[in-house]
């Protein structure tokens, strides 16, 4: 696997794992969905049930926002396995055009978020570096 494979198995990832981190350094791992434009990774925060609406996530990036993301696949032949981690700086998205724009392209990835758009914040990740293995 080369960069350019990395990046779209990443891209066509239909579930990753992100990673943040308190100002601590204690780390908070979640699965989530995303859309990678270009060389930024975009969530949004959604209507599914969470445990509480002061999500740990965003509360880790507001106090450090590196962050690294993983897709992965595995099969019982391990001879197919391989991941892809992105690690980079995450920010709360707060222009507009960006936030319409990352939404569509999830709305597009995804048909849960056509038949009800996320209202709550929209996150990037500035991907500073692609890390990827494969058997």
Same mark, same amino acid.
């Given at each position: 696997?080369?960069? !350019?494979?990395? +990046?779209? !198995?990443?891209?066509?990832? &239909?579930?990753?794992?992100?990673?943040?981190?308190?100002?601590?350094?204690?780390?908070?791992?979640?699965?989530?969905?995303? +859309?990678? @434009?270009?060389?930024? $990774? /975009? %969530?949004? +925060?959604?209507? *599914?049930? *969470?445990?509480?609406? #002061?999500? *740990? &996530?965003?509360?880790? $990036?507001?106090?450090?926002?590196?962050?690294?993301?993983?897709?992965?696949?595995?099969?019982?032949?391990?001879?197919? @396995?391989?991941? +892809?981690?992105?690690?980079? $700086?995450?920010? =709360? =998205?707060?222009?507009?055009?960006?936030?319409?724009?990352?939404?569509?392209?999830?709305?597009?990835? /995804?048909?849960?978020? #056509?038949?009800?758009?996320?209202?709550?914040? =929209?996150?990037?990740?500035? =991907?500073?570096? $692609?890390?990827? %293995?494969?058997?």
């Amino acid at each position: 696997m080369d960069e !350019r494979e990395a +990046v779209d !198995r990443l891209a066509s990832a &239909r579930v990753a794992r992100l990673a943040t981190a308190d100002a601590g350094g204690m780390p908070h791992v979640v699965p989530f969905v995303f +859309v990678l @434009l270009d060389r930024t $990774i /975009y %969530w949004a +925060v959604d209507e *599914k049930p *969470k445990r509480s609406p #002061r999500l *740990k &996530r965003l509360e880790n $990036i507001a106090a450090n926002p590196n962050v690294a993301v993983v897709a992965d696949h595995y099969e019982e032949d391990w001879s197919k @396995l391989w991941w +892809v981690r992105a690690s980079g $700086i995450a920010r =709360v =998205v707060g222009e507009e055009t960006e936030r319409t724009r990352a939404l569509e392209a999830l709305a597009a990835k /995804y048909p849960q978020d #056509r038949d009800a758009p996320p209202d709550g914040p =929209v996150v990037a990740v500035d =991907v500073v570096r $692609i890390g990827w %293995w494969t058997a």
